[in-house]
């Protein structure tokens, strides 16, 4: 399978759908949804509830096999070092908590859509294969 600029573009896409479906600042997200009822949830809003954990899964799955235990933890230490940065600038004020979430959720879904992409990003820069890898040969 050949991997682009679009391919990582359709993972990074699907990350954000699956991160701000489940919770954005906005308040039009799953945990808004069921939020003030919750045990009690509705047949609809328990089906999405599944169809998300279904995302998260294979999405937390694929990141943490393709990047490893401390590829995991060097992706965040280096994406929360970013955050760090952009508050230090002045690029982003902790007092305003919309957009600190916003920074955050879209660092999030950055680092589940590299998850996604690891293996074929490794492929390309370093010609070596994953086991995964070797029955699309």
């Known amino acids: 399978m050949n991997f682009s600029f679009s391919s990582f ?3 990074f896409l699907f990350s954000v759908i699956l991160v701000f479906a489940t919770y954005n ?11 003030n009822i919750f045990p009690s949830v ?3 809003q328990a089906f999405v509830g599944v169809v998300l954990i279904i995302g998260w899964v294979i999405y937390l799955r694929a ?3 393709s990047l490893g235990f401390i590829g995991l933890i060097l992706a965040f230490a ?3 070092l970013l955050i760090g940065m952009l508050f230090k ?8 908590s919309k957009m600190v979430a916003y920074v955050v959720e879209v660092l999030l ?4 859509a590299v998850g996604m992409s690891w293996s074929h990003l490794r492929r390309r820069m370093s010609g070596q ?9």
Request: proline content about 2%; hydrophobic content about 45%; aromatic content about 18%.
């Open 9 to 11: 573009g359709m993972r």
């Open 109 to 112: 879904a950055v680092i589940l």
């Open 89 to 96: 600038w002045g690029w982003v004020s902790l007092d305003a």
């Open 42 to 44: 509705t047949i609809e």
């Open 129 to 137: 294969m994953d086991m995964d890898d070797v029955d699309d040969q």
């Open 78 to 80: 280096f994406f929360g």
């Open 25 to 35: 600042p906005e308040g039009y997200s799953y945990f808004d949804w069921v939020k």
């Open 63 to 65: 990141t943490l096999r």
